[in-house]
């Protein structure tokens, strides 16, 4: 489905003023009790405060997945998975395709649920409270755990700044003028992206190219303050420059943000990643971690043999 954007509104409709009403039925002038302009009923509910917390970082968290399954149907394509996900680490997953490592990943910040086959057994901890526990709120879970997908995708007709601060209507974050402002500024310097686009802010994000239109993505996701921040595969579709500017904006992103990243470039996630988890699915089984722990040591000296040979390009 495509998305819309307030950009994407095609259909003006007319517009009569009081004084052309009252010249055109003199007799109704009078009665004429609606006051005007009329009362506006939408953006201003954004313009009343902030709820977004002061521009201070939060606390790194940790995010922790414990004895996690999924299913499809009826059919599982991950089993009893548990991985730890340290605070302020880059942690890479790698593995074969069709192991269940994007499917993890949406299960870490509830968009598993959104498939209407799909269903997951299990607990996933961000700093310690179970994000599906029936107290909490769904968009609180993607609110504190941004998703950046391996397409860009920005709303093309939407401006570079309406895309940064998309995010905040969508998670029902009132912000003030000054706010925005500051949001759209800060995420795009985050982003590794301020200085190429800060001349054209109300330019359509679809003008941009698909590195830049990533980064774009990047700080729509860093607008609403996450706490962690999921990369599928973000740089498959870019070239080895703009992969370099997103590696070194992870980098730089880590202090403020923990980051879990889905790679199928082993150099990649040697280059970025602390920590590393190895998925596979051995044939018509579900995935499940087969190692993880300091990336380096996983690529020079893995424990178990199929680590070996993935990492080393064997299979997958
Ligand atoms: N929406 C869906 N409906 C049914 N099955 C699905 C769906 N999405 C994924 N699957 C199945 O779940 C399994 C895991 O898929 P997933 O996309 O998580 O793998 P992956 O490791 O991310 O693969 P890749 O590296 O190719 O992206 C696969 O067998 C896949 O066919
Ligand atoms: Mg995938």
């Known amino acids: 489905m495509t998305n819309l954007g307030p950009n994407d509104v095609t259909r003006v409709l007319p517009v009569v003023t009081p004084d052309a009403f009252d010249a055109a039925f003199p007799e109704k002038a009078k009665r004429r009790l609606l006051p005007w302009p009329p009362p506006r009923q939408h953006e201003p509910q954004m313009r009343r405060g902030n709820d977004l917390p002061p521009p201070t970082p939060e606390p790194l968290a940790s995010l922790e997945g414990r004895n996690v399954s999924a299913w499809f149907g009826t059919h599982q394509v991950l089993d009893r998975v548990s991985l730890t996900m340290p605070a302020g680490v880059i942690t890479s997953l790698i593995g074969p395709s069709g192991c269940g490592k994007s499917t993890f990943l949406r299960i870490l910040n509830r968009m598993h649920e959104l498939v209407p086959s799909a269903s997951l057994a299990g607990e996933v901890l961000l700093d310690g409270q179970d994000i599906y526990d029936a107290e909490r709120k769904l968009v609180d ?103 370099r500017v997103i590696e070194e904006t992870m980098l730089q992103l880590v202090s403020d943000v923990t980051i879990v990243i889905v790679t199928h470039n082993m150099q990649q996630a040697q280059r970025v990643s602390q920590q590393c988890a190895f998925f596979l699915a051995s044939q018509g089984t579900p995935g499940l971690i087969v190692e993880h722990g300091d990336t380096e040591a996983m690529f020079d000296s893995p424990i178990d043999p199929r680590t070996f040979d993935y990492v080393n390009g064997r299979f997958g």
């Open 141 to 243: 879970a993607r609110k504190s755990i941004g998703m950046v997908f391996q397409k860009p995708n920005p709303f093309p007709a939407m401006s570079i700044y309406d895309n940064v601060i998309a995010g905040l209507k969508l998670t029902g974050i009132r912000a003030d003028n000054d706010r925005k402002d500051f949001l759209v500024e800060s995420s795009l310097q985050k982003a590794g992206l301020w200085k190429e686009v800060k001349d054209r802010l109300r330019s359509p994000g679809g003008g941009l190219s698909g590195g830049q239109q990533q980064r774009l993505c990047i700080a729509r996701s860093l607008a609403v303050m996450p706490r962690v921040l999921l990369m599928d595969e973000p740089c498959s579709a870019l070239d080895p420059t703009s992969t």
